[in-house]
């Protein structure tokens, strides 16, 4: 079993839906969350950050935490189309040092359609 | 200010021949990594360096060599390219940790024939 499992979908909805995206987890050790977006053909860039449980909110982004269930989301409001990527899941149980290690889920395509 | 820097692009490899792929980064982060992504695999980690003079092998190390003379630079040295080395490779730097999230490079798209 993978410590971090995420749909690869892909996922398409109409421009305006909110989009859920989710990853589930086994280490309950991890502590600190984070949202990853990739283009296509370009390097992953940082969406969103999260320490613990709980809710962060940027813009049309929030990222939600709930340790009790090793459950992690990401919604995106009024979805545009500019919105079509990658999203990846990470975490790590650490904040430095060489045992904390960013792992990631795999991926899940998000295709916003005009 | 460039962030994490790679080279090339993109490259094709014999089977069996070498070469290395650049990172560089100018931020004085002290933590860097290099990761491959393929498709339903997500990024895997191939070796990490937490600092000048100190590497250490992610989850999978074989047929990678990796150095850390200087905080900048971390280059990946394929010692004989095999085509189960196709893959993106990333290289991805952190202040100090898994918990700082990373900052990515843009990608080396290597294929091995």
């Known amino acids: 079993q993978k410590e971090v499992e995420q749909d690869p979908g892909p996922l398409s909805v109409p421009e305006g839906a909110i989009v859920s995206l989710n990853c589930t987890y086994s280490?309950?050790?991890?502590?600190?969350f984070m949202w990853y977006r990739q283009y296509s053909r370009k390097g992953p860039e940082l969406l969103m950050y999260?320490?613990?449980?709980g809710n962060k909110e940027d813009g049309r982004f929030t990222a939600q935490v709930d340790k009790s269930s090793k459950y992690i989301s990401l919604f995106i409001r009024d979805s545009q189309p500019s919105d079509s990527a990658t999203y990846l899941c990470?975490?790590?149980?650490?904040?430095?040092?060489?045992?904390?290690?960013?792992?990631f889920g795999t991926g899940t395509l998000l295709a916003v359609q005009p | 200010n460039a962030g994490v820097t790679q080279t090339p692009k993109f490259q094709v490899l014999k089977t069996g021949q070498s070469m290395t792929l650049q990172c560089a980064q100018d931020?004085?982060?002290?933590?860097m990594s290099w990761y491959r992504q393929d498709p339903g695999m997500g990024l895997r980690l191939i070796h990490y360096?937490?600092?000048?003079?100190?590497?250490d092998q992610g989850e999978v190390p074989n047929g990678y060599n990796v150095s850390r003379s200087t905080t900048e630079d971390f280059p990946l040295r394929l010692l004989s390219a095999a085509p189960s080395q196709t893959s993106v490779y990333f290289c991805?730097?952190?202040?100090?940790?898994?918990?700082?999230?990373?900052?990515f490079g843009s990608g080396t798209r290597l294929t091995v024939v």
């Open positions: 991805a730097s952190s202040p100090e940790g898994g918990g700082y999230g990373y900052t």
């Open positions: 280490n309950s050790a991890f502590q600190y």
């Open positions: 999260t320490y613990s449980s």
């Open positions: 990470a975490m790590s149980a650490g904040y430095g040092g060489a045992t904390n290690k960013l792992i």
């Open positions: 931020m004085n982060h002290e933590y």
């Open positions: 360096s937490v600092g000048a003079g100190i590497t």
